[in-house]
């Protein structure tokens, strides 16, 4: 079954640096997409991404945040400068076309220190 | 009004119990409605889409009621699998997905 494949599955980084984390969504899909989720709370919208842009942000996704898909294959999500509350777990999903079914990757656990 | 409400709970069931979760949402515009499940610090994962007529997939039943916007989940005969946060997830249109805090249920031999 293709599933969506996230690379690391933990980073914990000093607070002030930069992190990458990377994505790599099902082969066939054009839709991606960032989540984040703090400890012990929802599931929190980031960022959209179709036909190589940006197609929506929330208010979470700051000027320290960026996406790209530099390859055709992965999506990274880049935080320039990280916070102390930048530690959540950070999904990222795809859908083959809009408002089907999203399947997310396992995550990535992000500690800043 | 929270744009997606849920029971946060823990729902503490028996096996073979069922249990139902009701979610309630603000805006009169979403169009899809979801259930996912989220393991203890997993991703979620697709239970199933919810339709204005009901949908059944076995031990699971989904409704979807508009016009008091809330949308509810029944689980029959529980198993200790079922253990778990359950997300209701709603979009209107061309936006992204927009989750509830889930409610937990745990199911005890």
């Known amino acids: 079954e293709p599933e969506v494949t996230q690379t690391p599955s933990h980073q914990v980084t000093q607070m002030g640096q930069e992190v990458i984390l990377r994505c790599v969504p099902i082969?066939?899909?054009?839709?991606f997409y960032w989540y984040r989720q703090i400890l012990g709370q929802k599931v929190e919208f980031l960022v959209s991404f179709y036909n190589n842009e940006i197609s929506e942000k929330s208010e979470i996704f700051d000027d320290q945040f960026s996406v790209e898909r530099p390859d055709g294959s992965n999506f990274t999500l880049k935080i320039r400068s990280t916070k102390l509350e930048d530690s959540a777990m950070y999904f990222c999903?795809?859908?083959?076309?809009?408002?089907?079914?999203?399947?997310f990757g396992q995550g990535t656990r992000l500690t800043v220190v | 009004r929270k744009e997606v409400e849920q029971d946060p709970g823990p729902f503490n069931v028996p096996e073979g119990a069922t249990v139902a979760f009701n979610c309630t949402y603000s805006n009169s515009a979403s169009q899809s409605f979801f259930w996912y499940r989220q393991d203890c610090r997993k991703e979620p994962k697709l239970l199933m889409s919810?339709?204005?007529s009901g949908n059944e997939d076995g031990r699971f039943t989904a409704q979807l009621n508009r016009a008091s916007q809330y949308i509810s989940l029944l689980i029959r005969d529980s198993k200790l699998s079922d253990s778990a946060t359950y997300l209701c997830?709603?979009?209107?249109?061309?936006?992204?997905?927009?989750f509830g805090k889930g409610t937990r249920l745990s199911v005890i031999a």
């Open positions: 999903a795809s859908e083959g076309t809009e408002n089907t079914e999203a399947f």
């Open positions: 919810v339709y204005s």
């Open positions: 082969s066939n899909h054009l839709y």
């Open positions: 997830v709603l979009n209107s249109g061309n936006t992204p997905l927009v």
